[in-house]
C-alpha cells in the first residue's frame, strides 16, 4: 500500500468535475483506492476508517480539496495524484477563467489580454497564415500549430516576424515551450537552464522528458517547423532562436535538434552556436553522423545522446553512451528470442512520433538491413515484407482522423493488420505522453497488442512487443501507470526511443546484433 | 454591449440584497463552467447561473453565462444603480422576475408527507452508504420519526460535509429532510422548546463548505431551490416524474442525495 495525497487549499470545482476525477484515477492500473473529497471533518474521519487519512489530507479544512491515492508503488500514487492538478489546471485553461474569456479573434484576445505576448493558431491551413501575420502586426510572438501553410507564406511571414524582432514557431510546431509554459502537445517538465531549438516535435519532448528525468528543466524551447533548416527558409527562424536563447541568462546550455539542414545552413547554425560561445548540444538526426565535441559543441546521432550530453555538461560529468541503461538488458533480449521461432525476424515500428521513427529508421537499418518507411523516397520503401517502421501521424494515415497521438484508431488497425505476418519478431511502439496527448494511450494500444500475442502465440509463435513511453512523472496520463499498462500485455519498455530500436534489433537479428552493440558500447565507454 | 448581462429570475433573497445593499462590495468567490458564487462582507452567497429554474435559494438566473466565465476568483463585485459590476460584466436585474423559494408560501396548513417520494427507489452516493453515513441516517429518522431533538440534530450534525461533492451529500441529504419536515411539520421545528435548527446552522459552520453551508443555512429557514419546491408540490404521477427527473439532473449526486434525505423524511414521518 501506498498513499499519495494532493490538497488544493480554498479550491472549488462542481461535483461533475470531482466526480469525473475519482473516476479517471479508478481505472488506472494498480490504483486500488481513490478518495476526492473536500476535506471536511466527516470526511477526514472517512479517510482515517479506511486508512486513507494521511498527514497533509489531516491538515485539510472544509474548503481545501483533498485527493488521496492508495496505488501498489508510491511512483504510480504520486503520478495518479499528480495528474489530479494536470486535469484541474487544463479544464481551467479550456473554460478560460483565468482571464480574457474565450475571445473569438487574435485581435479581441489580445484587447482582453493586453499583457499576452504570444498567439497560438491553431486554423485550417488556408487561414492560418492570415491569423498569423495580423498576431504579429498586433506585436505577438506566434506559435503555428497549422499545417499546410505554404512555404511562401511561411518564408513572408518568419521575414515579418524579424523586422518585428518576434518569433514564428512553425508552421507545423507541435511543441514548444515558453518561459515554463508548455504549448501543443508538451510534458511536465520543470523549467531549469537548458533552451532548445528545435525543427521536430516529438524529437524535443523525448529530449525534455529525458532531461526532466535526469533532473534538469528546460529555461525556453522553441519550434521553428520542419521546412526552417532547410535551403529554402535557410534556418531563419533557428538563428533567431538561438539569438533569443544565447540572450537569456536562465539559459545555461543549448541544444538543437531536427534533421540533417542545407549545408550551408548546417555552417550558419555552427557559426553562430560558436559567436554565442554557450556549451551547445547539435541533435540532427541523419545517417552517418559521427558523435563528438569540438569547442562547446557536441554532436550526437541520438535523442538520447543529446539528453545525456546535456546532463554530462551540466554536471560536469563524463558522457558515457550506453547501448542499453538496463543492466538484465541481454537477458530479457535472449528471453525474447528463445520464443521466436525459425523465420521470425523482422521488425514492425508503428509510430505516433514522426521523429521517434525517423530515429528508429537510423538505428535499424545499420544494424539489420534495408527498413522499409513511408518516411524514406526510395524505390521499395513501401513493400510489406521485411522491417518496415511506419510513421502513422504522417498526412496519408491521417486524412479525416486525428492524429495517432489523440486517436489510437489508425494504429489500432496497423497491429491487427500486422497480426498475420508469420516472420514478424518485434513490434516497436511509441507511446507520448503529456498535454494534448490522448488519455490513455498506452490502454488505447494494450488490448490490440494483447490479441497480437495471443494470436501469435497461437499459431505456435513468438511476438515481442517492444516500446517507449515518451512522458514524465508530472504528466496527466501518469508516467509510472502508462509503463506498468504496457507491461500488463507483455510489452517491454524501455527508457528511450533509441534504447528501443536497438532492443527491436537486438531481438530480431540475434547475437551478431547484440554483440556489434555492446561491443561498441564497452569500446566508447 | 460586451460584458451585459440580464438577470431573467431572482429568489427573494437575491432581491432584497439587491435592493437593500446598494453600494455594497463583495467579491467573486467561485468559478464554475455554468455557474458562478459571489460572496458579500457577512460571508453569504449568490449564485448566478444560467436560464431556468433557479438552482439555490440563493440563486439568479441569467440569459446567458459566457461573460460569467471570463470573471476571476477573487475581483470585487459592486451593487450600483445599474446592477452588479465585476470587472467589465454589468449584471442588470431591473426585469427580473421575483421568485419565492421559501416552503411557507406555497404549502397549505396541515400538508401530508408527500406520498410519491414513498417510492422513490432511486441510488443515492455511496458515501451515505458509509458506516458514517448509515449511522447519521439512522439518527435522523429516529430524531424526525419520534420528534427526537438531540438524536435529530445528532443525525443532522454526522451528516454535514460527509462525502463526495462540494456541497456533500450529507448536506444535500439534510437539505432534503428539511424540506420535507418544513412542508409537513413546520410549526414543530419552530416550537418553543429545545431548539433544533440554531445547533444545525452552528454546526454547518464548522462541519462544511462555504457553499453547503450556504445551503443548510437557507434550509434552516425554510427557503430552497425550484427543483426541491417542485417535488413538493408536484399533485399528479406526471408531475411527480417530471419533479423528480429535473432533480435528479443536479449535481453528479446532489439531486439524488436530495432525494433521499426528502425520502428518509416521508418514511419517518409516515411511520
Known amino acids: 500500500m501506498a498513499l499519495a495525497t494532493l490538497v488544493r487549499r480554498g479550491s472549488y470545482h462542481d461535483s461533475v468535475t470531482l466526480l469525473n476525477l475519482a473516476r479517471a484515477l479508478r481505472v488506472w492500473p494498480s490504483v486500488r483506492e481513490v478518495?476526492?473529497?473536500m476535506g471536511t471533518p466527516a470526511n477526514r474521519d472517512l479517510l482515517a476508517r479506511a486508512s486513507l487519512l494521511t498527514a497533509e489530507a489531516a491538515t485539510a479544512t472544509a474548503n481545501d480539496l483533498v485527493v488521496v491515492v492508495d496505488a501498489d508503488s508510491a511512483a504510480i500514487a504520486e503520478d495518479a495524484a499528480a495528474s489530479v492538478e494536470s486535469r484541474l489546471v487544463e479544464r481551467a485553461l479550456r473554460r478560460g477563467d483565468r482571464r480574457g474569456?474565450?475571445?473569438?479573434?487574435?485581435?479581441?484576445?489580445?484587447?482582453?489580454?493586453?499583457e499576452a505576448n504570444l498567439a497560438l493558431i491553431s486554423v485550417p491551413g488556408a487561414f492560418a497564415a492570415l491569423?498569423?501575420?495580423?498576431?504579429?502586426?498586433?506585436?505577438?510572438?506566434?506559435?503555428?500549430?497549422?499545417?499546410?501553410?505554404?512555404?511562401?507564406?511561411?518564408?513572408?511571414?518568419?521575414?515579418?516576424?524579424?523586422?518585428?524582432?518576434?518569433?514564428l514557431m512553425g508552421p507545423d510546431c507541435g511543441t514548444a515551450y515558453v518561459g515554463g509554459v508548455p504549448l501543443g502537445f508538451a510534458n511536465v517538465v520543470p523549467r531549469g537552464p537548458v533552451g532548445i531549438v528545435a525543427a521536430s516535435g516529438?524529437?524535443?519532448?523525448?529530449?525534455?522528458?529525458?532531461?526532466?528525468?535526469?533532473?534538469?528543466?528546460?529555461?525556453?524551447?522553441?519550434?521553428?517547423?520542419?521546412?526552417?533548416?532547410?535551403?529554402?527558409?535557410?534556418?531563419?527562424?533557428?538563428?533567431?532562436?538561438?539569438?533569443?536563447?544565447?540572450?537569456?541568462?536562465?539559459?545555461?546550455?543549448?541544444?538543437?535538434?531536427?534533421?540533417?539542414?542545407?549545408?550551408?545552413?548546417?555552417e550558419r547554425v555552427q557559426s553562430r552556436l560558436r559567436a554565442i560561445g554557450k556549451p551547445a548540444v547539435v541533435c540532427l538526426l541523419g545517417a552517418g553522423l559521427s558523435e563528438g565535441t569540438e569547442a562547446s559543441i557536441t554532436t550526437v546521432a541520438t535523442l538520447e545522446a543529446a539528453a545525456l550530453a546535456a546532463n554530462a555538461t551540466l554536471t560536469k560529468s563524463a558522457w558515457r553512451p550506453r547501448a542499453f541503461s538496463e543492466p538484465d538488458a541481454r537477458r530479457r533480449i535472449a528471453e525474447a528470442r528463445r520464443e521466436l521461432a525459425p523465420g521470425q525476424a523482422s521488425v514492425l515500428g508503428l509510430y505516433a512520433g514522426g521523429t521517434l521513427a525517423h530515429e528508429s529508421l537510423l538505428i535499424l537499418e545499420p544494424l539489420l538491413g534495408p527498413v522499409s518507411s513511408n518516411l524514406v523516397d526510395r524505390p521499395g520503401s513501401q513493400g510489406l515484407a521485411?522491417?518496415?517502421?511506419?510513421?502513422?501521424?504522417?498526412?496519408?494515415?491521417?486524412?479525416?482522423?486525428?492524429?495517432?497521438?489523440?486517436?489510437?484508431?489508425?494504429?489500432?488497425?496497423?497491429?491487427?493488420?500486422?497480426?498475420?505476418?508469420?516472420?514478424?519478431?518485434?513490434?516497436?511502439?511509441?507511446?507520448?505522453?503529456?498535454?494534448?496527448?490522448?488519455?490513455?494511450?498506452?490502454?488505447?494500444?494494450?488490448?490490440?497488442?494483447?490479441?497480437?500475442?495471443?494470436?501469435?502465440?497461437?499459431?505456435?509463435?513468438?511476438?515481442?512487443?517492444?516500446?517507449?513511453?515518451?512522458?514524465?512523472?508530472g504528466d496527466p496520463q501518469g508516467l509510472a501507470a502508462q509503463i506498468a499498462r504496457?507491461?500488463?500485455?507483455?510489452?517491454?519498455?524501455?527508457?528511450?526511443?533509441?534504447?528501443?530500436?536497438?532492443?527491436?534489433?537486438c531481438i530480431a537479428g540475434g547475437e551478431p546484433v547484440l554483440d556489434s552493440l555492446l561491443g561498441r558500447s564497452r569500446a566508447r565507454s | 454591449m460586451e460584458g451585459g448581462v440580464r438577470i431573467t429570475r431572482m429568489s427573494r433573497e437575491v432581491a432584497t440584497r439587491v435592493d437593500e445593499s446598494l453600494g455594497a462590495t463583495g467579491r467573486v468567490h467561485s468559478v464554475f463552467e455554468r455557474a458562478i458564487n459571489l460572496e458579500w462582507p457577512d460571508g453569504r452567497l449568490l449564485a448566478l447561473h444560467g436560464p431556468g429554474p433557479l438552482l439555490s435559494p440563493f440563486a439568479a438566473a441569467v440569459d446567458h453565462v459566457g461573460p460569467l466565465r471570463s470573471l476571476r476568483v477573487g475581483i470585487p463585485v459592486t451593487i450600483e444603480p445599474r446592477g452588479l459590476v465585476a470587472g467589465a460584466v454589468v449584471l442588470t436585474s431591473r426585469q427580473a422576475e421575483v421568485i419565492e423559494c421559501s416552503v411557507e408560501a406555497s404549502r397549505y396548513l396541515a400538508e401530508p408527507p408527500p406520498r410519491h417520494l414513498l417510492d422513490w427507489r432511486g441510488r443515492h452516493s455511496s458515501s451515505l452508504d458509509s458506516a458514517s453515513g448509515v449511522s447519521a441516517r439512522a439518527?435522523?429518522?429516529?430524531?424526525?420519526?419520534?420528534?427526537?431533538?438531540?438524536?435529530?440534530?445528532?443525525g443532522a450534525e454526522a451528516l454535514l460535509g460527509l462525502g463526495e461533492g462540494l456541497t456533500p451529500s450529507g448536506d444535500d441529504c439534510l437539505v432534503g429532510a428539511l424540506a420535507v419536515?418544513?412542508?409537513?411539520?413546520?410549526?414543530?421545528?419552530?416550537?418553543?422548546?429545545?431548539?433544533?435548527?440554531?445547533?444545525?446552522?452552528?454546526?454547518?459552520?464548522?462541519?462544511?463548505?462555504?457553499?453547503?453551508?450556504?445551503?443548510?443555512?437557507?434550509?434552516?429557514?425554510?427557503?430552497?431551490?425550484?427543483?426541491?419546491?417542485?417535488?413538493?408540490?408536484?399533485?399528479?404521477?406526471?408531475?411527480?416524474?417530471?419533479?423528480?427527473?429535473c432533480l435528479l439532473r443536479l449535481g453528479a449526486t446532489s439531486g439524488a442525495d436530495t432525494l433521499s434525505g426528502m425520502r428518509l423524511a416521508c418514511r419517518s414521518l409516515a411511520a
Open chain 1, 101 to 114: 474569456g474565450r475571445p473569438r479573434t487574435v485581435a479581441s484576445a489580445a484587447r482582453r489580454m493586453p
Open chain 1, 131 to 167: 491569423e498569423a501575420r495580423r498576431a504579429l502586426r498586433a506585436g505577438l510572438h506566434v506559435m503555428l500549430f497549422s499545417d499546410n501553410v505554404s512555404l511562401d507564406d511561411e518564408l513572408a511571414l518568419k521575414r515579418l516576424a524579424i523586422e518585428r524582432d518576434l518569433l
Open chain 1, 486 to 505: 504496457l507491461e500488463s500485455v507483455g510489452a517491454w519498455v524501455l527508457p528511450s526511443n533509441a534504447q528501443a530500436a536497438r532492443a527491436a534489433a
Open chain 1, 35 to 37: 478518495a476526492v473529497v
Open chain 2, 181 to 245: 419536515l418544513h412542508y409537513v411539520d413546520g410549526a414543530w421545528l419552530r416550537r418553543p422548546g429545545p431548539p433544533v435548527l440554531e445547533p444545525i446552522t452552528q454546526a454547518a459552520r464548522e462541519r462544511t463548505t462555504a457553499v453547503g453551508h450556504e445551503f443548510v443555512r437557507h434550509a434552516i429557514d425554510g427557503r430552497f431551490s425550484e427543483p426541491v419546491l417542485a417535488v413538493l408540490r408536484a399533485v399528479s404521477p406526471d408531475d411527480h416524474r417530471q419533479a423528480v427527473s
Open chain 1, 202 to 266: 516529438t524529437g524535443l519532448q523525448q529530449v525534455a522528458a529525458l532531461l526532466a528525468g535526469l533532473g534538469h528543466g528546460i529555461s525556453h524551447a522553441i519550434g521553428v517547423g520542419g521546412r526552417d533548416m532547410g535551403a529554402a527558409v535557410g534556418g531563419l527562424m533557428t538563428l533567431s532562436g538561438l539569438d533569443l536563447l544565447g540572450r537569456d541568462p536562465a539559459t545555461e546550455i543549448i541544444i538543437v535538434i531536427g534533421k540533417p539542414p542545407a549545408p550551408e545552413v548546417a
Open chain 1, 386 to 473: 521485411g522491417h518496415r517502421v511506419l510513421d502513422l501521424g504522417a498526412d496519408e494515415f491521417t486524412v479525416g482522423r486525428a492524429h495517432p497521438m489523440l486517436n489510437p484508431t489508425a494504429r489500432v488497425e496497423a497491429i491487427r493488420e500486422a497480426s498475420g505476418r508469420s516472420e514478424l519478431a518485434v513490434l516497436l511502439l511509441d507511446v507520448v505522453l503529456g498535454h494534448g496527448a490522448a488519455d490513455d494511450p498506452a490502454g488505447d494500444l494494450a488490448d490490440a497488442i494483447q490479441t497480437m500475442r495471443a494470436q501469435a502465440r497461437g499459431a505456435g509463435l513468438g511476438l515481442a512487443v517492444v516500446a517507449t513511453v515518451v512522458g514524465t512523472s
Open chain 2, 139 to 154: 439518527l435522523l429518522a429516529a430524531g424526525i420519526r419520534q420528534h427526537d431533538v438531540t438524536r435529530l440534530i445528532a
